[in-house]
C-alpha cells in the first residue's frame, strides 16, 4: 500500500514538474513570436520606397534548423526536433507575412504533404489543377512560392516539371524530400470482395506494380490527375479502390485494405520550392542548370568534363528534347555548391562558352528534412 501511495506521489510531482515547463514553452514561444513581430515592423520601416519586405529566408531557416540539431542531446531524435521548430517558425512566420503556397492539387496530394514538411501548417496552400498552373501562379506574383515534384527513387524524372522549367523563368529556392507510402484505400460502402477498379496516379500505380500484380492481377487500373481525386472518386462508387497516402485517407474519411504496398520499401519523392527570389550561399548548397548543347558527337562528354576536373559532385543528370530545334536536346544538371561560389562560376563559364544556352535555376540550400 505505502509503495503505491508512493508511486502516487512520484507522479504527481512528475505531472506537476510538466505543467511548470509547458507553461515556461509557452512563455518562450509567445517571445518568440513577439521577436518574429518585432522583426517585421524593423524590416518594414527600413525598407526603401516601392520594394516589397522578404520576410521567408529559405538560408536563414536551414541554418536554424541545422543549428537546433547540431544543438539537440535528446531524448527526440533530431529530425523530431526540427519539424517542432519548423513548426513554431511557420506560425512566428505567419504573424509576419502569411506565405501563400502553391500545389499540384487537390488538397491531399503527396504535394501538399510536401509543402506542410517544408513550410509548416501555418501557411495558406493553393491547390492547382496541373503541374503547369503552379508555375503560371508563382511567374504571375499569385502565390510567394509553388512546390513541385522533380523525381522519384522508383520511377525517376517527373517529365512535366522539366518541362515547365524550359518554359518559364523560375528561380529554385529550395528542395524537400518525402517518403512515400501508399495504401490501398476504400470507402463506407465498397464491397472489398467485388473490386473490380482501382484509382490512382499513373506514378503511383508504377510504384505498386508488383503488388498489385500479386493481389488485384484483373483489376482494372485507371490513372487519373493525382491520388487525392482517386480517393475522393472512391466516396461515391462501391466497386473501386484507390492508392493514395495518409493525407488523402484522413481528409476524405477512407479505410485502409491494405498498408505501404509500394514495391520499394526506400520510395521517396523529390521536390522543388520555386519562386521569385535568389538564395544566398549557406556553405551546404545546391545548384541547378540547364543546358543546351549543339547536336555534334561527344557533346554530354563536353558538357561534364569541366565538372570533374574541377571536382565538382554531380547529383543528377536528365534529358530532355530541347524547344529550340529537331533533335536537339537540353540537359538538366544539379550539383553540389552555390553558383556565386568561385571554383563553380568559372566552370559554369567555361561550359557557357560551348553550350548555345545555360541558364541557372536556382542556387538553394540542402534539404534539412
Known sequence: MTDAISDQDQLKALRVRIDGLDEKILELI??????????????MLSLPVGEKAIFYRPEREAWVLKHIMELNQGPLGNEEVARLFREIMSSCLALEQPLKVAYLGPEGT???????????????????AAIDEVFREVAAGAVNFGVVPVENST?????????????????????????????????DTTKTDKITRIYSHAQSLAQCRKWLDAHYPNVERVAVASNADAAKRVKSEWNSAAIAGDMAASLYGLTKL?????????NSTRFLIIGNQEVPPTGDDKTSVIVSMRNKPGALHELLVPFHSSGIDLT??????????????AFFIDFVGHHRDPLISAVLEQINQEAVALKVLGSYPKAVL
Not at 491494405?258 to 526506400?266: F, G, M, T, V
Open 110 to 128: 503527396f504535394s501538399q504533404a510536401a509543402a506542410m514538411k517544408h513550410f509548416g501548417h501555418a501557411v495558406i496552400s493553393v491547390p492547382m
Open 155 to 187: 520511377e525517376g524524372a517527373i517529365n512535366h516539371t522539366l518541362d515547365s522549367f524550359l518554359e518559364h523563368d523560375m528561380v529554385i529556392c529550395g528542395e524537400v524530400e518525402l517518403r512515400i507510402h501508399h495504401h490501398l484505400l476504400v470507402g
Open 258 to 266: 491494405a498498408e505501404k504496398i509500394e514495391d520499394r520499401p526506400d
Open 316 to 329: 543528377r543528370i536528365e534529358t530532355r528534347p530541347s524547344r529550340s530545334g529537331k533533335w536537339t536536346y
Open 30 to 43: 509567445s517571445e518568440r513570436a513577439s521577436c518574429a513581430q518585432e522583426v517585421a515592423r524593423v524590416k
